[in-house]
């Protein structure tokens, strides 16, 4: 819907009151200087949306980073950038499960390090509580393909097929 201009310019307020008409055909009279004589109300408001859109995001990157220093975001990104950062499925100690065999297995996660220029997972195989297999290698990548967060992910991908080791 296309709509023209209401305000013709200049209009003074005679008695110099603080809140007049004047004053509102002024302040509507900039809003259509910035809008130009014709203006679609309809694109007027998918720019709000987008506008309302872009706060919600802002936001929520906000909440995310609002405690952390510029100087180490900016520290972190240029890292991601250059190829320096590692994002680890798990922190040292911590449990995931893997397909082996037909079977889901809980691992516990012994470390990470870096040999022979790649990235590296040490980790133990257990079965009932006890270890069934320890000191396992396996290069990072790999290991965050095939191994899952939850138990009940790897139940899932196991019945749909999914097993990637044998």
């Known amino acids: 819907m296309i709509v023209k201009r209401l305000t ?22 900039s809003i259509e200087d910035i809008l130009g004589d ?28 609002g405690g952390i220093p510029l100087d ?22 911590g449990h995931m499960f893997e397909i082996f065999c037909g079977k889901v297995w809980e691992i516990i996660v012994c470390g990470f390090s870096i040999r022979n220029k790649r990235e590296v997972v040490d980790y133990m195989r257990m079965h009932g509580g006890y270890v069934q297999c320890a000191a396992i290698e396996m290069d990072l990548d790999l290991f965050t393909r095939e191994m899952y967060k939850t138990r009940e992910a790897a139940e899932a991908a196991l019945k749909r097929g999914q097993d990637g080791r044998n």
């Open 8 to 29: 013709i310019k200049p209009v003074h307020d005679p008695t110099g009151r603080q809140f007049s008409w004047a004053l509102c055909h002024e302040r509507l009279s």
């Open 38 to 65: 014709d203006y679609d109300l309809d694109q007027l408001s998918v720019l709000v949306n987008q506008r309302m859109t872009m706060r919600e995001d802002v936001a929520a990157r906000m909440k995310l980073v």
């Open 72 to 93: 180490r975001l900016r520290e972190l990104v240029e890292a991601d950038q250059e190829g320096r950062c590692v994002v680890l499925p798990c922190k040292t100690g």
